[in-house]
């Protein structure tokens, strides 16, 4: 099993930035990637970006790229989401997740095995 907690969360003005923390515990040593997600009132979860734990790199939906980025340290097994620029539509709860295979891509919740219990995040115009 792993354990996953997201932190960091808050409210913020458009144009503003916020960083969110994810800490894994646990089975860490299966987890191939870390993913983050994000549902909005009345919305399905979507995906926001993913880092490979090994190599590190990093994939971002089309609506956050050039605004958020993920890091990762893993010696402490946290992972990291940048938010910059944000804007109203940004708005929802935010969830870090981990997968323990190995995928071509990581952009889908069932991908996933591990998941936080998410942070809110409210950007407000």
């Known amino acids: 099993q792993a354990q996953l907690v997201e932190s960091g969360g808050g409210a913020v003005q458009a144009g503003g930035s916020l960083r969110l923390s994810c800490a894994a515990s646990?089975?860490?040593?299966?987890?191939?990637?870390m993913g983050w997600f994000r549902q909005s009132p009345g919305k399905e979860r979507e995906f926001v970006g993913s880092r490979r734990w090994s190599s590190g790199s990093t994939s971002y939906a089309d609506s956050v790229k050039g605004r958020f980025t993920i890091s990762g340290d893993n010696a402490k097994n946290t992972v990291y989401l940048q938010m910059n620029s944000l804007k109203p539509e940004d708005t929802a709860v935010y969830y870090c997740a981990a997968a323990v295979s190995f995928r071509v891509d990581y952009t889908r919740e069932r991908q996933y095995n591990y998941w936080g219990q998410g942070t809110q995040v409210t950007v407000s115009s």
């Open positions: 646990g089975r860490t040593l299966s987890m191939y990637a």
